[in-house]
């Protein structure tokens, strides 16, 4: 699968050999990608790789900066759409990489993506208190939808998403 591209990213898909290098070497120093949160991400990618086969394109992208090819976080889907066409999407930057607009950027990347192959909707949730993270989901287009006493859940959904 090709990478997916945006104005300053590139989003390349993990491969199941790529996840199980990232989970050998560990967290990066320093902050640095991979952070720990990332490979909780890798985690979940490869444990549904190994139940359910590679759920790719609905798994799991390295974000890379198309300036200069750093990585500086990770985004995707929790797994292929469930019974109502709706997948679950997740994200993360590493600290030095915030504040600069790329985890929208990113995000919007792949809304794009999952319209494009006819998903209905796109969910996420963030902490009630992860202002930044609502900032994020709402640059990207996706709204309020609920929430409860620890989460705020969002999502975009499209009436008439094309089908492949």
Same mark, same amino acid.
């Given at each position: 699968?090709? *990478?997916?591209?945006?104005?300053?990213?590139?989003?390349?898909?993990?491969? =199941?050999?790529?996840?199980?290098?990232?989970?050998? $070497?560990?967290?990066?120093? #320093?902050?640095?990608?991979?952070?720990?949160?990332?490979?909780?991400?890798?985690?979940?990618?490869?444990?549904?790789?190994?139940?359910? #086969?590679?759920?790719?394109?609905?798994? *799991?992208?390295?974000?890379?900066? $198309? !300036?200069?090819?750093?990585?500086? #976080?990770? !985004?995707?889907?929790?797994?292929?759409?469930?019974?109502?066409?709706?997948?679950?999407?997740?994200?993360? /930057?590493?600290?030095?990489?915030?504040?600069?607009?790329? !985890?929208?950027?990113?995000? $919007?990347?792949?809304?794009?993506?999952?319209?494009?192959? #006819?998903?209905?909707?796109?969910?996420?949730?963030?902490?009630? *208190?992860?202002?930044?993270?609502?900032? =994020?989901?709402?640059?990207?287009?996706?709204? /309020?939808?609920?929430?409860? *006493?620890? /989460?705020?859940?969002?999502?975009?959904?499209?009436?008439? !998403?094309?089908?492949?």
């Amino acid at each position: 699968m090709n *990478d997916l591209v945006t104005e300053r990213l590139l989003l390349h898909p993990l491969s =199941v050999a790529e996840a199980e290098q990232l989970m050998e $070497r560990g967290p990066a120093p #320093g902050g640095e990608y991979p952070t720990e949160m990332d490979l909780v991400g890798v985690r979940r990618y490869l444990e549904a790789c190994a139940t359910a #086969g590679d759920p790719q394109p609905f798994g *799991d992208y390295e974000i890379r900066v $198309r !300036a200069d090819g750093r990585t500086i #976080g990770g !985004a995707g889907f929790h797994g292929t759409p469930n019974e109502d066409n709706a997948v679950t999407i997740g994200y993360g /930057l590493v600290e030095s990489a915030r504040g600069k607009g790329y !985890a929208a950027e990113a995000l $919007r990347g792949l809304l794009q993506f999952a319209r494009e192959r #006819g998903i209905a909707s796109v969910l996420g949730d963030t902490d009630r *208190d992860n202002v930044a993270s609502q900032h =994020v989901m709402a640059a990207a287009g996706m709204h /309020l939808v609920s929430e409860d *006493d620890k /989460l705020m859940y969002y999502a975009a959904r499209w009436q008439n !998403a094309p089908s492949t």
